[in-house]
């Protein structure tokens, strides 16, 4: 098995000829994308040097209160991220978006390391960070999508709500449609990739596994388990939020607040 | 006459702490002022309306002015803010939320501009919706579901899904629904502005024959000055969330209360308070333009089908994309050219903010209707000289 070649940051500085290509073309097209390419390229540094030493930091601990924490901390800023993407002003997002993705992917978490990978401690930060992370990551994305599509579909198709409302209906029977639609929409795309992947892209953590000098069919059986993971993960997380979201959107009184 | 819906002092105001708009509201600062201020948005101002047993009264106003909120207070879809809203002399501003469910269940309907059918479910279904909901069995639900539907005259389409029938058609199920509750109070939002206009006249007479037969108490919402003379038995006209003016057609005619009213009325004003919104009507043929096909043909059969010279082309999202003619489209057909080619260069749309006093010299040079768009290129209707000739002479039409 051959060993991971080291990068230096004197050779990593070479890849920021990536970002000048970037922002050559923004200038030349007037794109107006230098400013936010050049946050974004010293957030990435900055951000990701920050991590790797509190990792580091962390990964010397070992303690599970501290792991624990680490992670509502991520997901602290996965639902921050949300609530960002969702931009909706009647309706707080953040704190049960944050409560219930805390709950439920820690839960998962828990899971995967303990009972399928089976790591001793379960807690043990190199497997929990990183699979709990990916779970973040990608659960975000599913959350913010359905959560955008519950509250446009509420304001779009708002008098077929109001039109249940007026009959008498409660708040469930006017958005049980528009509920199975958001949940889908945050559904999919983990479903879709399970159809795609290994035919159209390599899974980034696989890669980094193969590229770390991993056993490429170890590195298969883990990204197996990373995909049905994350599809239990985005259902479980988006089937919840929206509900939580969704009862907020309506008064004691089944009225719309939007 | 029995008074059946009482509207007391009635307020809305949007936002998280209205006592701040209602200090400054008693200070006799203006709503814009408020808004300034606060954030808060006031809705509706202090509104008092008697609304008889059995008549139409209409609510009308343009955007903004309030009257799409005020029908949501009278069932409580929105909150009020501070005032009463009486059914025959109960408070609905006041009940629980069972009290409140009962009266939107037996005793209050509405009916949407947009329809609100359920697309899966057939025109039965649709119709017996509202008793599904307050928990009919299906067979008494059937039985007088058929009934509603005979009233509008769509017994024979009950096993029909909405996608099936014309626009006309779909909203006689939206109110052949509201109908099947056998409520008191029906309310109509808009109602009929989605339809095109003969259809539109066509359903005002039916829903004032309906009316004849049963007496039931209609509050129509509308921006449409010609609809609200022609069903009113009375009209309330809002101005900016405050109820300006009630009377009878002839009253309101006689004698306006503000330049406001009399602006819906007489020419002077009317270039000014109208935009390009308010009067495009969608009469004309439009052609959505598919990516695939070449769409020449198609376009022309849809012009001679509906004996029209020109038509308008607009992408399936609805933005407006240009007007083609019948001898630019026979011209590109026998070139085989695409679509895009058949369209006139000197035809230019107007964005539908454009006061109607600044259309005249576009719509007179335009050889045919001048398209409106909105800010997101979305087609809104055309323009055509009679419309805003009748527009400009809103005078004429009431007093000569």
């Known amino acids: ?258 | 006459m029995t008074v059946k819906l009482e509207v007391k002092h009635l307020y809305k105001i949007f936002g998280d702490d209205p006592s701040e708009a209602f200090k400054l509201l008693e200070q006799g600062v203006s709503k814009e002022e408020i808004f300034e201020r606060t954030g808060l948005t006031v809705g509706v101002q202090d509104a008092n309306l008697e609304i008889h047993e059995g008549e139409i009264f209409v609510v009308m106003g343009l955007s903004g002015s309030g009257k799409s909120t005020l029908v949501r207070l009278l069932n409580r879809l929105i909150e009020p803010s501070r005032g009463q809203v009486l059914i025959d002399g109960e408070d609905i501003a006041a009940i629980n939320e069972e009290a409140l469910r009962e009266v939107r269940r037996r005793k209050i309907s509405m009916v949407f501009q947009s329809f609100a059918l359920m697309p899966h479910m057939s025109v039965l279904e649709n119709t017996a919706f509202g008793l599904e909901i307050a928990g009919e069995p299906v067979a008494k639900r059937h039985e007088k579901a058929l009934s509603a539907l005979r009233q509008v005259g769509l017994e024979a389409f009950a096993n029909s899904y909405p996608d099936e029938l014309s626009g006309g058609m779909q909203q006689r199920v939206g109110l052949a629904r509201a109908l099947a509750n056998d409520p008191d109070v029906l309310l109509m939002d808009e109602a009929f502005s989605a339809l095109d206009p003969l259809i539109r006249t066509e359903m005002q007479d039916e829903l004032v024959a309906l009316q004849n037969k049963h007496q039931r108490t209609i509050v129509f919402i509308s921006h449409d000055l010609d609809e609200a003379m022609r069903i009113g038995d009375r009209i309330a006209i809002m101005q900016g969330g405050i109820v300006v003016q009630v009377g009878t057609p002839d009253e309101i005619l006689n004698n306006p209360a503000n330049d406001y009213v009399r602006s819906f009325f007489r020419g002077v004003d009317v270039s000014n308070v109208f935009c390009a919104r308010d009067i495009a009507r969608k009469r004309q043929a439009t052609i959505i333009r598919k990516g695939t096909e070449d769409g020449v043909r198609s376009s022309l059969q849809l012009l001679k089908d509906n004996d029209r010279e020109y038509g308008y082309v607009v992408d399936p999202q609805s933005r407006f994309l240009g007007v083609v003619s019948v001898p630019a489209l026979t011209e590109a057909l026998k070139e085989k050219a695409p679509l895009e080619q058949a369209m006139l260069t000197h035809v230019e749309a107007i964005p539908a903010d454009t006061a109607v006093g600044e259309l005249i010299s576009r719509v007179a040079q335009a050889p045919c209707s001048v398209p409106v768009i909105d800010e997101d290129q979305k087609y809104l209707g055309v323009i055509s000289k009679a419309v805003l000739l009748e527009t400009l002479d809103r005078e004429g039409e009431y007093h000569g």
Not at chain 1, 6 to 26: M, V
Not at chain 1, 122 to 130: A, E, K, V
Not at chain 1, 148 to 168: A, N, P, T
Request: aromatic share 8%; proline share 3%.
């Open chain 1, 1 to 258: 098995m051959t060993s991971v070649i080291e990068i230096s940051w004197l050779q990593l500085s070479l890849s920021l000829l990536f970002i000048l290509i970037a922002a050559a073309a923004s200038l030349y097209y007037r794109l107006k994308l230098e400013k936010d390419l050049l946050i974004g390229s010293v957030r990435t540094v900055a951000q990701l040097a920050l991590v790797g030493y509190l990792l580091q930091f962390i990964f010397d601990l070992e303690h599970p209160l501290l792991i624990l924490l680490l992670y509502m901390w991520m997901l602290f800023w996965a639902a921050h991220a949300i609530r960002g993407r969702v931009e909706e002003e009647r309706v707080a997002i953040l704190g049960p978006t944050f409560v219930s993705m805390a709950v439920t992917f820690t839960l998962i978490t828990v899971m995967v390391t303990r009972v399928v990978v089976q790591v001793e401690p379960w807690y043990q930060p190199q497997y929990f960070i990183p699979l709990g992370g990916m779970i973040a990551g990608n659960a975000m994305n599913a959350v913010s999508l359905s959560l955008e599509r519950l509250l446009s579909s509420l304001r779009d198709q708002r008098q077929e709500v109001e039109l249940v409302l007026s009959l008498g209906g409660n708040w469930q029977e006017a958005s049980q449609r528009l509920r199975r639609e958001a949940i889908r929409a945050g559904m999919i795309p983990s479903i879709n990739a399970m159809m795609t992947v290994g035919l159209v892209s390599l899974p980034g953590m696989m890669s980094g596994q193969i590229l770390a000098g991993v056993d490429p069919a170890l590195a298969v059986r883990y990204q197996i388990l990373v995909m049905l993971m994350l599809v239990g993960a985005t259902a479980l997380g988006t089937l919840i939020v929206v509900n939580l979201i969704l009862k907020r959107c309506f008064t004691r009184l089944d009225q719309l607040r939007l």
